[in-house]
């Protein structure tokens, strides 16, 4: 299939701005999710998501377990057998559909898994600089208050715990400065104490000049967001200010999503 030519414009990495892509304020949207429907083994697991994320904004996204939350970022990220059964999905306008996980990181699309990598014989000072190879791997390992001299020539392997991966993983995440970067749970595995930490760093993905869609299930990382939205029964069902999303979440009466809206 011949790709449009917007999505061969984002796949060489220039990004067009349009009329379209405005929010209500005449703001630049970065991403603009339509009627997004997603099934697997017969269940819809997304059912006609609706979100919008503007440039500069971090986003929240609560839900419980089996709302969908890593189905939607994967389904963002472009990842092979995440192909939305309908809807859309625009970056600043331009539908990138088409586009594979390879491209739309070209474009400045980026993901913190829920697993964070485990890559035997990659060194960590090699792994924060994968996508600018002249970086100071060191300084971005200091933003996730990691000791470079402790951790730049140790591989990225089992003998680092997840907590330490995870903060790895966000050091890669801000040394790329992504225009957005797609954050999967990125206080699992973190120690409460450090929560705070970690929510600055979060942060920092704004002063790169980049927006960040939070997914998360921990309130007080939820409250740093500007925005935040809650997935229930595969769909938006709030969003609004971060606190007032929280409670939302906090009226589910299920423990495992059963496919059904239980808030709204």
């Not at 500069?56 to 089996?66: F, K, R, S, V, Y």
């Not at 890559?119 to 470079?148: C, K, M, T, Y």
């Not at 993983?169 to 970690?198: F, Q, T």
């Amino acid at each position: 299939m011949r790709r449009s030519d917007g999505a061969q414009k984002l796949s060489s990495g220039r990004i067009p701005r349009c009329a379209d892509a405005l929010d209500n304020n005449g703001a630049a949207m970065l991403l603009e999710i339509q009627q997004l429907v997603f099934r697997t083994a017969g269940r819809a697991i997304l059912n006609g998501v609706n979100l919008a994320i503007g440039d500069g904004e971090i986003h929240a996204l609560l839900g419980t377990n089996g709302a969908g939350k890593t189905t939607l970022a994967r389904i963002l990220m472009g990842c092979a057998g995440y192909a939305p059964a309908s809807g859309s999905v625009r970056f600043l306008g331009t539908d990138i559909s088409s586009l594979a996980m390879h491209e739309r990181a070209r474009v400045g699309i980026t993901m913190a898994w829920q697993e964070p990598s485990r890559i035997e014989g990659l060194r960590v000072r090699e792994f924060v600089a994968l996508r600018h190879a002249n970086i100071d791997s060191a300084q971005w390992l200091l933003r996730v208050g990691l000791e470079p001299q402790d951790y730049l020539d140790r591989t990225l392997d089992k003998t680092l715990s997840s907590g330490e991966r995870k903060r790895i993983e966000l050091a890669s995440v801000l040394a790329m400065k992504p225009r957005l970067a797609i954050l999967d749970e990125p206080a699992a595995g973190i120690d409460l104490p450090s929560i705070e930490e970690i929510a600055e760093v979060i942060l920092g993905v704004r002063e790169t000049g980049g927006s960040a869609l939070l997914i998360t299930h921990v309130e007080p990382v939820a409250r740093i967001a500007d925005r935040a939205s809650c997935l229930c029964g595969g769909r938006i069902v709030f969003t609004g200010e971060p606190a007032e999303a929280a409670e939302c979440y906090k009226t589910r009466r299920c423990a495992t999503c059963d496919g059904k809206a239980c808030a709204v």
